[in-house]
């Protein structure tokens, strides 16, 4: 993958928008124009924190959250802000520059650029290979964690069961885990993380092995093969006795 697919292009464009924005000299605005001015300039703020920040910061709800109230901070504190702006196109005035508004729009189209393209090159190839392609669960994966998730009602095994059916995994199966993505619109459950209290018995070359299924904050995580032995090839058994309890 090159360069120009790993650039954040929501955040190009916010910077370009930012840049025309700071053209506009707000002093000669008056009534609904300042106003409507004022609130596209928060819009922008808020919208640039959270594509700033990433998808894997904040989750769907918590984005709209945060993108609400860093507008409404934006918005309240307008006459501030409206203020030093104004301060700063006089002083650069004073120091000899005949178009303040557009020196600023182009600093703020060049650090946009600085901060896009440093964007883009630590999202390199290496990193993306670190983070495995969600992929279809594997049948014996799938038939483990069902088996595991129907033997109670309780710690949030219904809401668990509604996640898993919409999970895929994360890479293959292999050194003894396979971690899960559960959808964003999956219901959670209240208990941030945890040991799902089903686990399983078996063993593997002879060797006796647990199968435990983790939560983290509130959603399906992973599957683990613990050995309880010499065991080097971490693999699900073909045969699990499944059991309520501390697996240790």
Do not use: C
């Amino acid at each position: 993958m090159d360069d120009a697919r790993r650039i954040n292009w929501p955040e190009a464009a916010l910077y370009t928008a930012a840049a025309a924005i700071t053209l506009v000299e707000h002093r000669r605005l008056h009534g609904w124009r300042r106003t409507a001015y004022w609130g596209a300039v928060s819009l922008l703020t808020g919208a640039g924190v959270v594509t700033a920040a990433g998808d894997g910061e904040f989750g769907t709800g918590t984005r709209a959250a945060t993108m609400a109230a860093v507008t409404g901070v934006t918005f309240g504190l307008r006459e501030p802000f409206l203020t030093l702006d104004a301060l700063v196109v006089d002083k650069l005035r004073r120091l000899g520059v005949g178009q303040p508004r557009l020196l600023l729009a182009g600093l703020t189209l060049a650090a946009g650029a600085v901060a896009v393209v440093q964007g883009a090159r630590r999202t390199s190839p290496d990193d993306e290979a670190e983070f495995p392609a969600p992929q279809e669960i594997e049948p014996r994966v799938r038939q483990v964690v069902a088996e595991m998730l129907a033997r109670t009602d309780e710690w949030g095994a219904p809401q668990l069961r509604e996640q898993f059916a919409a999970a895929r995994q994360l890479g293959p199966f292999e050194h003894g885990y396979v971690e899960f993505e559960v959808p964003d619109d999956a219901p959670e459950i209240p208990v941030e993380s945890f040991t799902f209290p089903i686990h399983g018995r078996g063993s593997v070359g002879g060797a006796p092995v647990v199968v435990s299924l983790h939560v983290e904050a509130g959603r399906l995580s992973a599957l683990f093969v613990d050995p309880e032995g010499d065991v080097d090839d971490l693999r699900l058994p073909d045969d699990l006795e499944y059991s309520l309890g501390h697996p240790g």
